[in-house]
């Protein structure tokens, strides 16, 4: 199945008569990768926003998704790659591909 998934992946990103452009295949897996798009927490076009407010000991306070604009591919890939509990970010087991398409949409949707 991974082999399939991964051939699919190839085959949309780098045919020459695909009918999804990089950047549509990007943008989809950005809008949704597994569920939970990337745009819900750092925003339309990965510039980060507010996911929640709440109190603790009557201080308020906000959960935020950080600007992932300036990131670089080595750390950007690390993070997506990270399995920490305690992180607010969810694991999404995507391939190489996929964060390279992901990063891609970034730098494009922000030139």
Same mark, same amino acid.
């Given at each position: 199945? %991974?082999? /399939? !998934?991964?051939?699919?992946?190839?085959?949309?990103?780098?045919?020459? &008569?695909?009918?999804?452009?990089?950047?549509?295949?990007?943008?989809? !897996?950005?809008?949704?990768?597994?569920? /939970?798009?990337?745009?819900?927490?750092?925003?339309? #076009?990965?510039?980060?926003?507010?996911?929640?407010?709440? #109190? #603790?000991?009557?201080?308020?306070?906000? !959960?935020? +998704?950080? &600007?992932? @604009?300036? /990131?670089?591919?080595? @750390?950007?890939?690390?993070? !997506?790659?990270?399995?920490? #509990? %305690?992180?607010?970010?969810?694991?999404?087991?995507?391939?190489?591909?996929?964060?390279? +398409?992901?990063?891609?949409?970034?730098?494009? /949707?922000?030139?």
């Amino acid at each position: 199945m %991974r082999i /399939v !998934l991964i051939s699919l992946v190839f085959t949309l990103l780098y045919a020459e &008569d695909s009918f999804i452009t990089p950047f549509e295949y990007a943008k989809m !897996l950005y809008e949704s990768p597994r569920g /939970v798009g990337c745009n819900l927490c750092h925003g339309s #076009k990965g510039r980060g926003k507010t996911i929640a407010r709440y #109190k #603790k000991r009557k201080e308020l306070k906000e !959960l935020k +998704a950080p &600007d992932i @604009t300036s /990131v670089d591919f080595k @750390t950007f890939y690390k993070k !997506l790659n990270s399995r920490k #509990k %305690r992180s607010a970010m969810p694991t999404y087991f995507l391939t190489r591909d996929e964060i390279k +398409a992901l990063y891609f949409y970034i730098k494009k /949707v922000n030139e």
